[in-house]
Structure formats: C-alpha cells, structure tokens
C-alpha cells in the first residue's frame, strides 16, 4: 500500500493521468513528478507534486474540449 506524499504514489498518480489524457488524444510532454515531492518539501498530506508542464494551444484547446465533455455527464 501506498501513501500519499509516497513518491511511488506520485509516479503512478501521473501515469495515470498519463494514460487517461491519451485515451482522449491527449499528450503533455511535460507531464511527471516535480522534483519537490522527492525533496521533502511539499507537505505529505496533500499527496506530492504531479507537474503538468507546458502545452501548445491546440493541447490546450483538446484538454478543454475533454474536460467539458466529462463534466456535462
């Protein structure tokens, strides 16, 4: 079992998130862990740092169209 703030925890939480934004045709190349969840500095409570990154406007534009989708079921 992991725990929150667990940096095992982290990784899987962002492949995850990964695996879900491709199933909608999404990819954000900077998605991973920040660096601060393995540094200790980011309070454990609140599960550690899953970094999004950078996207282009048509990602971005994709990433809306998605979330709206999921949101009106």
Same mark, same amino acid.
């Given at each position: 079992?992991?725990?929150?703030?667990?940096?095992?925890?982290? *990784?899987?939480?962002?492949? *995850?998130? %990964?695996?879900?934004? *491709?199933?909608?045709?999404?990819?954000?190349?900077?998605?991973?862990?920040?660096?601060?969840?393995?540094?200790?500095?980011?309070?454990?409570?609140?599960?550690?740092?899953?970094?999004?990154?950078?996207?282009?406007?048509?990602?971005? %534009?994709?990433?809306?169209?998605?979330?709206?989708?999921?949101?009106?079921?």
């Amino acid at each position: 079992m992991t725990h929150h703030g667990d940096p095992h925890d982290v *990784q899987e939480c962002a492949e *995850q998130l %990964r695996t879900a934004l *491709q199933a909608n045709g999404i990819t954000l190349p900077s998605l991973g862990v920040e660096a601060a969840t393995f540094a200790g500095t980011y309070p454990p409570r609140h599960g550690g740092l899953v970094a999004l990154g950078n996207c282009n406007t048509a990602t971005a %534009r994709k990433l809306a169209e998605a979330l709206h989708k999921a949101a009106a079921r």
